[in-house]
């Protein structure tokens, strides 16, 4: 199901918030335990699940077999791509195989790019000019990142609003959301990206907590301000802190379906137990 129905669907009288997960290749390349987790994911139903892509295109063979793997569970696969260090071939063979497979999502993203830049090809400079591509060539459907507080590059929110309208412009169905802590910052993105005469599903990234460094380095890495209630918590609670986090992303959770959104995003990081844990308090 294309991201545009599933999005909608929310809006139906009885219709389900949209749950998706996002995994990544394990760096050991033992998808057997990935197999296990995302098993137990699958009692949730998800819309769709994500897989991440190296944004050097290391794994990307990789990346099909573990496509194959989502689909093999009756899952609906969504694969991320890059255009950062990826030539117009490479675009176009990947795409081309994933339509093969019957996939019918893709998150055009430009990935992050790497310190030693000259040596990559940069057919395309920015993901709008990714998502055009895509858009030409096939009937994917498009989702694009988002982010509340800021691309870390950007100058101001505006002007990544206004980069992110390009995105829409070249075709986007839906928006995929940087992680954050403080829905005040999502609400007030989301208000400006309306403003802007963007009308996508904005589907919030949500982050679990699994320990105090890796909350300490998303955020610091993504410039994402942690909440003094987060910090707290993040100070108080070291030694039981995937509790605490929880909690703390349960009720953020829950503020954010009060507030109308089609979907939450959950960047799982490859674990099923805090995601369900969340999930069972929320459902
Ligand atoms: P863009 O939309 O191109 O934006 C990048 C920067 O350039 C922004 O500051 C923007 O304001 C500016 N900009 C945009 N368009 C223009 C333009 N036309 N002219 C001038 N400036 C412009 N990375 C990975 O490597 N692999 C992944 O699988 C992956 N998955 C992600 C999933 C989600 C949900 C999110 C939110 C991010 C993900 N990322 C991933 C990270 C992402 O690749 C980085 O944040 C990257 O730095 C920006 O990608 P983008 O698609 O947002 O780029």
Redesign the pocket.
């Known amino acids: 199901m294309e991201l545009s129905e599933i999005y909608q669907q929310h809006q139906a009288p009885n219709s389900k918030l949209k749950v998706s997960f ?1 995994i990544y290749p394990p760096k050991d390349g033992d998808i057997s335990k990935l197999f296990d987790e995302l098993r137990i994911l699958k009692r949730y139903n998800p819309a769709i699940v994500s897989l ?4 050097n295109g290391g794994t990307r063979n990789f990346s099909i077999e573990l496509l194959r793997l989502i689909l093999d569970l009756e899952m609906s696969a969504m694969p ?1 791509f ?1 255009c950062v260090c990826s030539s117009k071939e490479i675009i176009e063979h990947y795409i081309t195989q994933i339509e093969n497979m019957g996939i019918e999502n893709i ?1 055009a ?4 790019v790497p310190a030693d830049a000259e040596v990559c090809n940069f057919d395309f400079k ?3 000019e990714l998502v055009e591509y895509i858009k030409d060539r096939t009937t994917l459907s498009i989702g ?4 509340p507080e800021g ?1 870390i ?2 100058c101001s929110l505006k ?2 609003i206004d ?1 992110l309208k ?2 829409v412009d070249a075709g986007a169905s839906a928006i ?3 992680l954050f802590f403080e829905n005040e910052k999502f609400f007030k993105y989301v208000e400006l990206v309306r403003k802007a005469g963007i009308n996508l599903p904005i589907i919030p ?1 949500i982050m679990p907590i699994r320990s105090v460094k890796q909350i300490q380095k998303m955020t610091s890495m993504a410039r994402i301000e942690i909440p003094k209630g987060l910090t707290d918590i993040l100070i108080n609670h070291n030694d039981n802190i995937k509790d605490y986090g929880i909690d703390y992303i349960s009720r953020q959770c829950k503020e954010l379906i009060d507030s109308g959104v089609s979907g939450l ?1 959950f960047f799982t990081l490859n674990h099923s137990d805090l995601t369900s844990k969340i999930l069972d308090n929320i459902l």
């Open positions: 996002e991440t892509y190296g944004a991320h890059t998150l993203l430009r990935g992050d920015h993901a709008n694009v990142a988002g982010y691309h590059e950007s002007d990544d980069y390009r995105k995929f959301t940087q990234g995003h």
